[in-house]
Nanobody, 115 residues
């Protein structure tokens, strides 16, 4: 079992920045993919960024050049640096990891971007 807790969300003005953090605990061996998803009201959950062992990070087209995913394996932390934020980035952001064949989710953190 893996437990995930996100933090770092909040309110920010258009053009601002936030850094989200996801802390993983429990049995973390075998995690191959770590990712951030988001879900806006009335919308489906969408993949924002992902990072897998031995592969380059991948990003949704809508966030390329603005968001950066990174991790600290020693501390079991996953980050999402979000720059040049836009109102359309407003959503609940979820951390996700895939361990062997199981997928785990955090509870989500709200990000609100407004002018």
């Amino acid at each position: 079992q893996v437990q995930l807790v996100e933090s770092g969300g909040g309110f920010v003005r258009t053009g601002g920045s936030l850094r989200l953090t996801c802390a993983a605990s429990g049995s973390t061996l075998g995690i191959k993919t770590r990712a951030w998803y988001r879900q806006a009201p009335g919308q489906q959950r969408e993949l924002v960024a992902a990072i897998s062992s031995g592969e380059r990070p991948s990003y949704a087209d809508s966030v390329k050049g603005r968001f950066t995913i990174s991790r600290d394996n020693a501390k079991n932390l996953l980050y999402l640096q979000m720059d040049s934020l836009k109102p359309e980035d407003t959503a609940v952001y979820y951390c996700n990891v895939v361990q062997y064949t199981r997928s785990y989710w955090g509870q989500g953190t709200q990000v609100t971007v407004s002018s």
